[in-house]
């Protein structure tokens, strides 16, 4: 024998924290999966817990035809549902799961495990029920993994309240990449519950039209005035109004039209 060999990984042990077999593991690594029960291990400085992931229950068909839906809002810019859509990936998205007590009451907050620039994924409410072990059975199908790269420490010290659990948590998402108007924005279609989540989207201008409303408004009131209050004016008041509707006309169609 030689001995040990002078380079190499530095190893540990944890005990499962589902089934209690010992989980040799690198130290350079979070993520272990138990040899005895398959359950991934998440392990930081305080010790190892379990692995969860949520299931889709959006298949991709659903989830497209939810953001094509999304997008024909009234509150989206026009033609925002036949935006080119570059990317609808399905993928499981790391974020810790954060069970704290405050005197009888206790309360669990959600956080991101690699920094993202995704939206909903702070404050997001994750759906009760169907949260599963995440073992060597569970299917993830052709989804991502995003591995973690935050700390879950970057999240304890601050974190109000007493800690009762933590654990790191998979929630299955579709990242939607698009594009309009010479830019690409992104949005989330959440996988369990069919949410969308877009900060940041294309808006119909709707600022624009009540201006033009109002301005309309006034100017034919003021053209109508001069009608009935001054009937020697009658002629310049109907003059008014219809240039004021014909302004109005060209301003609706430039704004209807502007992307
Ligand atoms: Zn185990």
Do not use: N
């Amino acid at each position: 024998m030689c001995g040990p060999p002078a380079y190499g990984p530095a190893v540990a042990t944890v005990d499962c924290p589902k089934c209690g077999a010992p989980v040799s593991f690198d130290v350079s690594t979070t993520l272990v999966r138990c040899e005895y029960c398959k359950s991934q291990v998440f392990i930081d400085r305080r010790g190892a817990t379990l692995t969860y992931i949520y299931p889709f229950l959006v298949v991709a068909d659903q989830a497209q035809g939810i953001f094509r839906r999304w997008a024909s809002g009234s509150r989206m810019a026009k033609d925002l549902e036949t935006a080119p859509v570059r990317q609808f990936a399905p993928l499981y998205f790391p974020v810790y799961f954060l069970r704290r007590r405050f005197g009888p009451e206790e309360k669990v907050f959600i956080e991101p495990a690699k920094a993202t620039t995704l939206p909903g994924l702070h404050g997001l409410k994750v759906p009760p029920g169907d949260m599963k072990v995440f073992d060597a059975d569970f299917p993830v199908g052709g989804a991502r993994m995003v591995p973690p790269e935050i700390g879950l420490d970057q999240y304890l010290g601050a974190m109000p309240g007493e800690p009762i659990e933590q654990a790191l948590v998979y929630l299955p998402l579709y990242q939607v990449d698009y594009d309009y108007g010479g830019r690409t924005y992104s949005a989330v279609v959440e996988g369990s519950t069919g949410e969308v989540f877009a900060s940041d989207y294309p808006r119909r201008r709707s600022g624009a039209y009540v201006t033009v409303g109002a301005l309309g408004l006034l100017g034919s009131a003021g053209g109508w005035a001069l009608v009935f209050l001054y009937p020697g004016l009658a002629l310049l008041g109907i003059a008014a109004v219809i240039g004021v509707a014909a302004a109005i006309g060209a301003v609706g169609y430039r704004v209807a039209t502007e992307h």
